[in-house]
Structures are given as C-alpha cells and as structure tokens.
C-alpha cells in the first residue's frame, strides 16, 4: 500500500499527539491530586503555647518568632512563623506577620506595619492604610489557659479581600 | 530572509527579518546549551527541601565545571527569554505573524513556555530569593480568580511550602515542560527547521559554534548568583523579581484590592490579543505603535520600580551573608550573656549559674580557642552554655567564633600565631 508523505507525516504527528496527550493523564492526576496529604501541625486547631502571662510585657505590638514542630509528609520538622503580639492590660492580640497582599513578611514602621514588597502599609490596628493590600492583616485568637497564653496558629491566603484559612 | 519578499510592501525595515532570524539561531542554541548544563546539573542537585541548599553550594564552592554549568543555565535561561520576546515582537512587526500564523502562535506558547521554565526553575536553589521570589509568585497565583487557590496548592502540593514543594517545581522544570516543549517544536516547527536548514549549512553551524563559544566565555567569567539559605520567617528580606519581570512587579504596586488584574487580566489580554493579531488587518505603523506602547509601558515600568529600589541595599551573596548572619547571630543569641561588647558582662547574667567567658581578655586566646569555641558553640557546655549544633550549620558556627575573634580579641593576644 503506498502513502504519499503527506499522509505520512500526518498520521506521524496524530500518532505523537496521541501519546503525548496520553502521558498527560497519569502526570496531571498526580499533580493535582497526588501525595496532597496533610503537614498536620498546619490544621486549623493548633494552639502554641506563648509562655507565662506574667511574663509578657504591656505596651505596642512585638515581633514573635515562633518555632512550630510539624510531621511534614515523611519527615519531622521546625518551621518559623511570624507574629506580632500585643498586650493591653489583659487584653492580648495577635496578628499575623504575613501580608495580605502576596505573601511577605511585613515589618513595624512607625505607624504601624509595612510590607516591603509592594509598599503596603498598615495603621497600629493593622489596616491597610496605603499600598495594593486588600485587607487588614490577619487576626489570630488567643486565649489564657492555666496561666499561660495560648495563640491559636492559623494561616490565611493572601490576595482575598476577606480572610480564608488555608485548610490543610 | 526567508519566505518573506512576497509582503515586502508592508512597509517594515528589512532588518526586522534579519533580527527574527537572529533571535530564533540565538534561541536554538540557547535551547541546547540549556539542556545540556540542565542535565549536569541535575546529576549534582538534590530537589529535597533539606538539601537542596547544600547541593548548590557545594556546586558554588567546588568551582570547575559544575559551577560553570550552573552559571551557563542562569545566564542562559535570561538569554532565551530575551530571545523568545525579540522573536514574538519581530513577528508582530514584520509580516510573518500573518505568513506563518500557527508558527507565530506557537512561538507565543513558547515564550510562555520560557516562562514556565523560569518559574519552576528560579525556586531550585532554595536560596533567600528562590523561596521569597517564589512565595510571592504563589502568592500571586492565589489570586487568579476561581482556579487560583487550587493551582497554588497543587504547584505547592499543598497549602504550605513544604517536604512536598520543591519535588514538584524539579518535575515540572525538568520533565513535564521539557517534554511539551519538545512535542510542540516537533508538531509545529518542522517547516521552520527545514526552512532553517536550506539557508546555508556550513555558515549556520559556524554561527551556532561562535554563540556557543561566547556563552561559555560568559558563564566562566559571571558566577551565577547564591544568596544566603532559605529562612522562611526572616522579616528584613525584601524579595524583588528577576529583571524581566520588574514592570509585572511594579504594575502590581498600583493595583489596589484587584489583584485578579495583574495575575490574570493583564496576561489574558496580552496574550489573547497576540493570538487573534494573525487575523487582524493591520498596517505596520499600526503595530509599530502598539509594540512602542507596550514597550514603553514595560521598560518603564520596569525602570520605576528600579528608581523606586534605588536606597535598597544589594543582597548579600552566601559568602558575605554568612558574615552578616553572624553578626546578627551573636546579637541575638550571644549577647544577652556574653555583651555587645563580648566582655561577658550581657543583661541576663543574674540568671546563670557560671558567669559567661570574656571574649575580651587575653587569656582566653590561645592556638586552640577557635576549635575550641566551635564545639563548645555547637555541643553547649554545662552548666549555662546552650548547644546550637541542631540550629545553625557548621559553616554558621564557625562564622560566629570568626566574628567573636575578629571583633572581640585583644591585639596583644597574638600569642602563638
């Protein structure tokens, strides 16, 4: 049976599509769906100890470095998370230091906080006062147990006008 | 050169043709000498978070053929950008974009494709701006409307940078896009390269040869860039783009609240509208001035956000990161007990049981204290001394005992040296 070349490069190129395409399925299942199991540790109902109320000092936010233990995947980890603290009397609050616009770590400037990503920045309440970010930062509870204060980590995505956890 | 006189009396420059041609030899061996290094380097780097760092460094600190190879891929992955960007504008100018449509658009899904590379690429090295670059981009991601969420955490392989992350940028930079690379460059270019072939073997392969050789001479003599390892929860790192996507970066600055604008609009109306150019009738000044537009636009862009950085200090590469670290790490970790000023005398001193060593007094230097401060920095010693061996790396403790001598050492104590 003869076929011209044009039939032949034709059914060459259907042909490599095919198996090109094909190699998409197994690839593309697992990008979206495999080995996505939980860094538990990260789930939503994590209480960090903060240490002895006592301990902590009235007056305007400070910058908390907290090392976080989490079982990611196979292996046993530490990671770092920022968040600023504050106390009023007895009152506590917790922000978190992630900005809300794509992510970075903001910084304390004089009236408030600002990122250095993309120049946003936030009064002492943590609202946005200038810059590209669409929300406040994000609030963290916190709660005294025993004495000591206990802050419920939670992150949240970056780029939403309302505050969504990123459930793990 | 080629296929093209037909529509000379459209009015563009006749070096367009000849710089299109440029862009796509460039490109072609951009491509190879890509392959080549991307495979070396593969064979000396590790995708795992834990040791990702360390498989560059070393690369970086062992010189030769890896860290040229690794210079060669940095360069180089800049170089084919710029080439795939000049190919698209020559096709928009000149009138291939009309001549040859699919090549055209397929050259489109290059260029995206080059970006792809860059994406997944730029996190490998685990260094401060691979992971802020990279956050920031997820970031970024996140705010493409509907899908956005989900794509970040499947590129992620969840919903924090974790275990899971960097196997996933290393599969997509080295298999998934190579391989759709490949196919569409098989399925849409054959015409090309046969197009390519008959201009002339011997010259064409002299021209490769020659911007092979000038890419090497570059990557032995511009080490590729390292920053400081990863540090996640650092607050004074200010990330800033790759060059290329400064103008994105400082356009993002202005978008207040719609952030769907920058990661999904803009890119949707660049690239739909040079899919539907083919279709267009439009004349050259036209397109001229559509090109001098968004050229302006990004260029300017792009040199604001420079001017705008212009106070910002230069990032510190490994090595001098490695001294700043340990400065900061003595004022952090150090200093509470052992002083600013090293004499031993910080404010915790009341709560230890043994008062803390006088960096400053000459007896405490002699042939073997560095070793000495190394394990002791690394192991802790009873009754107050912590151990700081499972935080910091050898290379970070020894920076700080580097920083204790060159800072707090007496003159006089050079006994023995």
Redesign the interface.
């Known amino acids: 049976m003869l076929i011209d070349r044009r039939t032949l490069?034709k059914s060459w190129?259907a042909l490599?599509?095919t198996v090109?395409g094909l190699?998409a399925i197994p690839?593309g299942l697992f990008?979206?769906f495999g080995?996505?199991?939980?860094?538990t540790g990260?789930s939503s109902d994590e209480w960090i100890d903060l240490g002895i109320v006592q301990d902590i000092a009235e007056g305007p936010w400070k910058?908390l470095?907290l090392r976080r233990d989490i079982q990611?995947?196979?292996?046993k980890?530490v990671?770092?998370?920022?968040v600023y603290l504050r106390r009023q009397g007895d009152r506590f609050e917790a922000v978190s230091?992630i900005c809300t616009?794509?992510?970075?770590?903001?910084?304390r400037a004089p009236s408030g906080f600002a990122c250095?990503?993309?120049?946003s920045d936030f009064d002492e309440e943590g609202k946005p006062t200038s810059?590209?970010a669409?929300r406040p930062l994000d609030r963290m509870e916190t709660k005294v147990e025993g004495g000591r204060l206990m802050l419920r980590f939670v992150?949240f995505?970056?780029?939403?006008?309302s505050s969504e956890p990123?459930?793990? | 050169m080629d296929a093209t006189p037909k529509s000379a009396p459209a009015g563009f420059p006749a070096w367009l043709e000849t710089l299109r041609g440029a862009a796509a030899l460039c490109a072609f061996v951009f491509a190879g000498l890509l392959v080549g290094s991307g495979i070396g380097l593969a064979m000396g780097y590790v995708p795992s978070?834990?040791e990702a760092f360390a498989s560059v460094l070393y690369l970086r600190q062992q010189g030769g053929i890896g860290a040229i190879l690794r210079a060669l891929h940095y360069h180089l992955s800049s170089g084919i950008v710029v080439a795939a960007f000049v190919m698209v504008v020559a096709g928009v100018l000149t009138e291939y974009h009309r001549d040859r449509k699919w090549e055209f658009r397929l050259g489109v899904v290059v260029l995206l494709l080059m970006i792809g590379f860059c994406f997944t690429g730029y996190v490998l090295p685990m260094d401060q701006t691979a992971y802020?670059g990279t956050?920031?981009r997820?970031?970024?991601v996140?705010?493409v409307p509907v899908v956005?969420?989900m794509q970040a955490?499947?590129l992620r392989?969840?919903?924090?940078f974790?275990?899971?992350t960097l196997p996933?940028f290393y599969a997509l930079h080295v298999a998934?896009l190579p391989?759709?690379l490949v196919?569409v460059i098989?399925?849409g270019y054959?015409p090309a390269l046969e197009r390519a072939a008959n201009l002339g073997g011997e010259r064409m392969i002299a021209a490769c040869g020659l911007i092979a050789i000038a890419s090497f001479v570059i990557a032995a003599n511009f080490k590729a860039p390292l920053e400081p390892q990863a540090?996640?929860?650092?607050?004074?790192?200010?990330?800033r783009p790759e060059w290329y996507f400064l103008w994105l970066?400082q356009f993002?600055?202005?978008?207040?609240?719609f952030?769907w604008v920058e990661?999904a609009l803009l890119p949707a109306v660049g690239v739909g509208t040079l899919m539907l150019l083919p279709e267009l009738r439009t004349a050259f000044k036209q397109r001229a001035l559509a090109v001098s537009f968004a050229l302006v636009f990004m260029f300017g862009l792009g040199a604001l956000a420079l001017y705008?950085d212009r106070e910002l200090p230069a990032k510190p590469q490994y090595e001098e990161g490695l001294v700043l670290k340990a400065a900061r790490d003595y004022r952090v970790e150090c200093a509470s007990c052992h002083g600013l000023q090293g004499r031993g005398d910080g404010p915790d001193i009341a709560k230890l049981d043994a008062k803390p060593k006088d960096f400053t007094s000459p007896r405490f230097w002699d042939e073997d204290t560095m070793t000495m401060m190394v394990e002791i920095i690394t192991e802790g010693e009873l009754p107050d001394m912590p151990a700081f061996g499972k935080r910091l790396t050898p290379e970070e403790i020894l920076a700080i005992a580097n920083h204790i001598e060159a800072n707090f050492r007496p003159k006089s104590a050079t006994t023995a040296r």
Not at chain 1, 157 to 161: D, F, T, Y
Not at chain 2, 157 to 160: D, L, M, R, T, W
């Open positions: 490069l190129q490599a599509a090109a190699s690839a990008f979206a080995a996505k199991a939980k860094a990260s910058a470095r990611d995947r196979w292996k980890t990671v770092e998370e920022s230091g616009h794509t992510g970075c770590l903001v910084q250095p990503c993309h120049k810059g590209p669409p992150k995505r970056p780029g939403l006008s990123m459930a793990s | 978070q834990a802020w956050s920031v997820l970031g970024i996140e705010t956005g969420g955490d499947m392989g969840g919903p924090v974790g275990a899971a996933r998934a391989l759709v196919i098989l399925l054959r540090a996640p929860a650092d607050t004074e790192y200010v990330p970066f993002g600055k202005y978008v207040h609240g952030q990661s705008e």
